[in-house]
């Protein structure tokens, strides 16, 4: 009943006070405002991929009208770039790989803009090609440029509970009704703890509600229910630990004044100085990646050219045994063609070696963000939310993987036909489609 009596006190009390409805009524639109940037972009994502794969249709019955329905050996002119050799028509096929938005990007935009969502494959190909980005973007999102609801929910939260929370039990030291309070409740810091609950309570309903309303602006019936229960569940920790952390400060201090300054001090602390203290250290003990392995290959791969047949045979026979019993390998008259065609496989190699300096290095700088964790909460609530929503850095790292992936098929796949002669047709060209999906 003492509980119920203080929760009616402090919503009468919340009502009269217009300052306090408009903090929560601003931090609303905010939300909504950023659960529909979010929605935007999910839709505008879904979309740019529907156009990509109807032209990736279209592009492919062309190429089977123009060359495959025809005799080739009578049609074809310009014999260099032949439809029917394994490699022009893998160096031509139109193939894309792309990072599915997912629905519950809506509450998190995360990495979502830093990044490609569609990568044109070949087999000349790289995950860090110029078409994605090549370092890890803001490893601790401390200048996020897209408003967001997690953007709204991680630094605009705590500004709201701090006005919410401001004026407790100072207003009535300052008035002299304290003692009056302390006679009628059994314990003063109980009768802060239920006032503050009160404030709490109804921001994470206020949550609640928005997040309710994000799941009916895009497919999130497609989410798991253990996703709702996920972001729940971190909203309620997040509002709690906030809570916690002015809790203390009400507890102790004896003004209003006071009381907003050493709240003020923790937000500004938590949200922005300890971050950004982190984010300096970072760039003086881990300085950005140029991509200076990638920059090399570009010469070791001139240097591989070079190199006399032999050696390059050699390469390819560790790197593809089945070539040593192809029916190409003992003709001399097709090998060297085939041979010269192959080297995009041992350029591949060269690509991945480098890449795993350059990802040792990225983990290393995500490995060193991740031990601070515990001094910058906010840092930590962020990649929850991202991880949530698959927009968090390591969901793109595994789009990379899966590029990567593509890549590997296609030479592979060329490799074979290359050696062993095969002439690309139309049913060949039909069977590229099905191995070059990533699910294949």
């Known amino acids: 009943m003492i509980i119920f009596n203080i929760f009616l006190f402090e919503w009468k009390h919340f009502i009269r006070n ?30 740019e991929i529907k156009k990509i794969d109807q032209r990736i249709v279209g592009e492919r019955q062309k190429t089977i009208e123009k060359y495959f329905k025809k ?41 979502s803009e830093q990044y490609g969502y569609y990568k ?12 994605l980005s090549e370092e890890i973007a803001n490893p601790e999102r401390l200048q996020i440029g897209t408003f967001d609801f997690s953007f709204a929910l991680l630094y605009l939260l705590p500004l709201t509970l701090l006005i919410l929370f401001y004026n407790i039990k100072s207003t009535e030291i300052e008035q002299g009704f304290m003692p009056l ?43 798991t229910s253990n996703f709702f229960g996920y972001i729940f569940f971190y909203t309620f920790f997040y509002i709690l630990l906030w809570t916690v952390l002015y809790l203390v400060v009400l507890i102790g201090s004896k003004s209003t004044l006071l009381n907003t300054l050493q709240m003020s001090t923790i937000y500004l602390s938590l949200a922005f100085i300890v971050p950004g203290i982190i984010h300096q250290a970072l760039s003086i003990s881990k300085p950005p990646n140029f991509m200076i392995e990638l920059i090399d290959v570009r010469d070791q791969r001139q240097e591989l050219y070079d190199l006399p047949s032999d050696i390059i ?31 995009p496989a041992i350029v591949n190699e060269l ?5 795993k300096l350059i990802e040792k290095e990225v983990q290393s700088r995500k490995g060193f963000i ?9 840092i930590f609530f962020q990649n929850r939310f991202n991880l949530l929503s698959e927009t968090h850095f390591d969901n793109y790292q595994n789009y990379r993987d899966e590029i990567q992936i593509l890549i590997d098929k ?9 050696w062993s002669g095969k002439i690309v047709d139309e049913e060949r060209y039909l069977e590229y489609v099905n191995f070059f999906s990533f699910n294949n």
């Not at 296609?410 to 290359?418: C, E, H, K, S």
């Open 18 to 47: 217009p300052f306090k409805v408009i903090a929560v009524l601003l931090f609303i639109i905010a939300c909504l405002y950023g659960l529909h940037n979010g929605a935007n972009l999910y839709h505008r994502q879904n979309a």
């Open 71 to 111: 005799d080739i050996s009578i049609t074809q002119v310009n014999r260099s770039r032949d439809p029917s050799s394994p490699y022009w028509a893998i160096r031509q096929f139109p193939l894309y790989h792309f990072k599915e938005p997912s629905p519950a990007m809506v509450y998190s935009i995360g990495q």
């Open 120 to 131: 044109k494959i070949t087999f000349n190909s790289s995950p860090y090609d110029s078409d």
């Open 181 to 223: 309070i302390e006679v009628q409740n059994s314990s003063k810091k109980i009768w802060i703890l239920i006032r503050a609950s009160f404030y709490s309570i109804l921001i994470f309903f206020v949550n609640i509600v928005l997040i309710i309303y994000g799941s009916l602006l895009t497919n999130t019936y497609d989410l």
């Open 313 to 343: 045979q050699s390469q390819l026979n560790v790197q593809f045994p089945q070539i040593l019993d192809s029916p190409i390998y003992g003709d001399s008259s097709k090998s060297e063609t085939v041979r010269s065609q192959s080297m």
């Open 351 to 355: 690509k991945k070696e480098n890449i």
């Open 370 to 378: 991740g031990r601070f964790f515990i001094l910058s909460p906010v």
């Open 410 to 418: 296609q030479i592979q796949v060329m490799i074979d036909d290359l």
